[in-house]
């Protein structure tokens, strides 16, 4: 049974890096044809398209983020990471990691339970 679990801190300050950690089991990362998604969910603007990582390592970003936004993979332990700068309390949402396929990537089958982060001093 494929299952994702979000990690990560519940409160950061502004201007603070973000990291997240997407932890993998059942499947590894590297398997063909995964593909591996950050999205997440604020009241302001519903489900927002952050990112992925694909099983040969090839990243893509939101345009709006991509200045802001890294993700990575640890293959020796199946997780894969997030990384946003200079919070504001606009990222402020629920953050889930997801899977889908690269014949349609943006098709997600398997989802985190999400983690709430807030950004605020």
């Known amino acids: 049974q494929v299952q994702l679990q979000e990690s990560g801190p519940g409160l950061v300050k502004p201007s603070q890096t973000l990291s997240l950690t997407c932890i993998v089991s059942?499947?590894?990362?590297?398997?063909?044809?995964?593909?591996w998604s950050w999205i997440r969910r604020s009241p302001g603007k519903g489900l927002e398209w952050m990112g992925q990582?694909?099983?040969?390592?090839?990243?893509y970003y939101s345009p709006s983020l991509k200045s802001r936004m890294s993700i990575y993979r640890d293959t020796s332990n199946n997780h894969f990471t997030l990384q946003l700068s200079s919070v504001t309390p606009e990222d402020t949402a629920v953050y889930y990691c997801?899977?889908?396929?690269?014949?349609?990537?943006?098709?997600?089958?398997?989802w985190g339970q999400g983690t709430q982060v807030t950004v605020s001093s």
């Open positions: 997801a899977r889908s396929h690269s014949n349609d990537r943006y098709l997600y089958d398997t």
């Open positions: 059942g499947v590894s990362i590297t398997t063909n044809p995964y593909c």
């Open positions: 990582i694909d099983y040969i390592d090839a990243t």
